[in-house]
C-alpha cells in the first residue's frame, strides 16, 4: 500500500530533551515536506526537501533540523525542544507530476506535547 | 494579510442542505488550486482540483475567479460523511520555494440528522 509513515503518533517529552520524528514514502517520491498544524494558524511548512541531500526552510524553520540522506527517509529533528514547539505535525510526499496536480499524501500526524 | 483566507465557520447544516465555502487568496502568480478535506486530528486528503472553467466530482462544484482571486467550494445534498474542515489550498510557482502548498485555515462543516 502506498503510505507516508510516521512514528510515534503521540510523544509526551520535556523541555530541551533531543527527539527526532520520522517519516518515511514508499512510493519513490522526490519531494517531502513538514508541516505543523496548529489551531487558528493552519498548516504552516517547516522544510522541504525537493530530492536527495537537497532541503530547505519553510515558513517555520527555527527550532527544527531536517536531513534527506535517503529519498524514502525524512526525519524531523528538534534539537532542543521548547513547550512552543507543541503541535500535531504532518509529512507529506509528491511526485514531481503529483506537485503539479496537488497530489501531495500525508502521514498520519504526530501530536507532540513539550512541558 | 494571510495568503490564503477562509471562513473558519463553523458551518452547521441539516442533511441534503446545499453549502458553500469561499476562500480568497493574495498571490497572483500562484498557480494551482485545491480543496482538500481534513477529518478531525487525521491527515488532510485531496478532494478536487480547481480550475478556471469549473469542475465538478459528483456533489462536489469547484470555481476559480482568478481575476477576483476567489475560489469556492459547492456541495449539494450534504451528508452526515460530509462533516469534516476544508481546506482551501494554493500552489506557487515551482521556481517559489519548490511551489510549496499554501493552506487556509480550513472551514469546518458539520452536518446535522
Do not use: C, W
Given at each position: 500500500e502506498a503510505q507516508v509513515t510516521q512514528n510515534p503518533r503521540y510523544l509526551i517529552t520535556v523541555t530541551g530533551k533531543k527527539l527526532t520524528v520520522t517519516c518515511s514514502q514508499n512510493m519513490n517520491h522526490e519531494y517531502m515536506s513538514w508541516y505543523r498544524q496548529d489551531p487558528g494558524l493552519g498548516l504552516r511548512q517547516i522544510y522541504y526537501s525537493m530530492n536527495v541531500e537537497v532541503t530547505d526552510k519553510g515558513d517555520v524553520p527555527e527550532g527544527y533540523k531536517v536531513s534527506r540522506k535517503e529519498k524514502r527517509n525524512f526525519p524531523l529533528i528538534l534539537e532542543s525542544p521548547s513547550p512552543n514547539q507543541t503541535s500535531l505535525y504532518f509529512c507529506a510526499s509528491s511526485?514531481?507530476?503529483?506537485?503539479?496536480?496537488?497530489?501531495?499524501?500525508?502521514?498520519?500526524?504526530?501530536?507532540?506535547?513539550?512541558? | 494579510r494571510k495568503e490564503v483566507e477562509q471562513d473558519p465557520?463553523?458551518?452547521?447544516?441539516?442533511?441534503?442542505a446545499t453549502v458553500a465555502f469561499n476562500c480568497t487568496y493574495s498571490n497572483s502568480a500562484s498557480q494551482s488550486f485545491f480543496w482538500y478535506r481534513q477529518d478531525c486530528r487525521?491527515?488532510?486528503?485531496?478532494?478536487?482540483?480547481?480550475?478556471?472553467?469549473?469542475n465538478e466530482d459528483?456533489?462536489?462544484t469547484a470555481q476559480?475567479?482568478?481575476?477576483?482571486?476567489?475560489i469556492s467550494l459547492l456541495i449539494r445534498d450534504?451528508?452526515?460523511?460530509?462533516?469534516?474542515?476544508?481546506l482551501c489550498v494554493v500552489k506557487r510557482p515551482l521556481?517559489?520555494?519548490?511551489?510549496?502548498?499554501?493552506?487556509g485555515q480550513g472551514t469546518e462543516l458539520s452536518v446535522k440528522p
Open positions: 511526485s514531481e507530476s503529483g506537485q503539479l496536480i496537488g497530489g501531495y499524501t500525508f502521514g498520519s500526524g504526530t501530536r507532540l506535547t513539550v512541558v | 465557520g463553523p458551518f452547521n447544516v441539516p442533511e441534503g487525521k491527515e488532510p486528503k485531496l478532494l478536487m482540483s480547481v480550475y478556471s472553467s469549473g459528483g456533489r462536489f476559480l475567479n482568478r481575476a477576483s482571486q476567489y450534504s451528508k452526515l460523511s460530509d462533516s469534516a474542515t476544508y521556481g517559489d520555494q519548490g511551489g510549496k502548498l499554501i493552506f
